[in-house]
């Protein structure tokens, strides 16, 4: 029997998501949103390719959140997306009244499902998530590490001309301008790009990196990325769905991890058919260190602005 995946927020990032779902096979998806026929028209849209590719997965529009019960994996998109010049702080109050109204609501219909959360200020959402869904950390993971990593792969492969496929890191922290990329075990099939990169080319590229989701809304100039990142939250839910055992870089909850507490950051995962099986902590020089600190700051003072103003 194939999984029920619910995916909240039909926009371009929620369609998309759909897309990939539907055409792997691997699960049935059920699209949500609150306004009118989008969700439908995408769905309907969506299961008439299946006549072409032959695939048997089933898909269907919805506005009511009712029609998620029994999910497996419900990924949360929904929200106000990035507009050029706004960070992300700007989208946390709206999105925190979006993002837990409907937690409150699926938590209630879905109480064994698992949540991928998407939705920016994503790490903050990713928190508020856990809190209010009550379930257990394992159950509960933000994607932008992997969207980070694939920029940074990308902007690596095009300076070098190489396959990105063949381009390896590691990257911690926050998603966007706080994550914190582990150039010292970032290879090209095993050869450190410390010793095939000059120094300021990494920084530049590391840069070009943080700024990755910023560069393509400018460029967009009415919306922000979607390709990638539905790309990167459907490798999680294929890691899960399959019990792939991938390590990927999530943001997950802390308790101590890389010296970390009570708040969600991003750091090597192994993501399987229990969610998050285990966190990877790797030694970190001190310039890392308290870079990382500095993105978890940045996490937690958002945090804190959702407690003073009652949202948790």
Do not use: W
């Amino acid at each position: 029997m194939r999984k029920k995946i619910g995916v909240i927020g039909a926009g371009n990032v929620g369609g998309t998501l759909a897309l990939c779902i539907v055409q792997s096979g691997l699960a049935d998806v059920v699209l949500y949103d609150i306004v009118e026929g989008m969700p439908q028209g995408k769905a309907l849209d969506i299961l008439q390719g299946t006549a072409v590719t032959g695939v048997t997965s089933f898909i269907y529009g919805t506005n009511n959140l009712e029609d998620l019960a029994g999910s497996n994996i419900l990924v949360i998109t929904a929200g106000v997306a990035r507009k050029p010049g706004m960070r992300r702080k700007d989208l946390l109050m709206v999105n925190a009244d979006i993002v837990g109204g409907i937690v409150k609501t699926v938590s209630q219909i879905c109480p064994e499902a698992f949540y991928i959360v998407v939705t920016n200020p994503m790490d903050v959402m990713a928190y508020l998530t856990y809190v209010i869904s009550q379930v257990s950390r394992q159950r509960v993971i933000g994607m932008g590490g992997i969207l980070d990593s694939a920029r940074f792969k990308t902007f690596i492969a095009m300076e070098l001309g190489v396959s990105p496929k063949d381009v390896e890191t590691i990257i911690l922290g926050g998603h966007g301008l706080y994550m914190v990329p582990l150039v010292r075990f970032t290879t090209v099939k095993g050869v450190p790009i410390t010793k095939i990169i000059p120094k300021e080319r990494i920084e530049a590229l590391v840069q070009r990196t943080r700024e990755g989701g910023a560069e393509i809304v400018a460029l967009l100039k009415t919306g922000s990325a979607y390709y990638a990142p539905a790309q990167s939250t459907f490798e999680m839910i294929k890691a899960i769905i399959l019990d792939e055992k991938r390590l990927l870089p999530c943001s997950v909850y802390l308790q101590g991890e890389y010296g970390a507490v009570d708040v969600f950051n991003g750091v090597p995962v192994i993501l399987g058919k229990s969610g998050v099986e285990k966190i990877i902590e790797v030694d970190l020089t001190e310039e890392e260190k308290a870079a990382f600190e500095n993105s978890t700051q940045e996490v937690r003072a958002m945090i804190d602005i959702l407690r003073q103003e009652g949202r948790i």
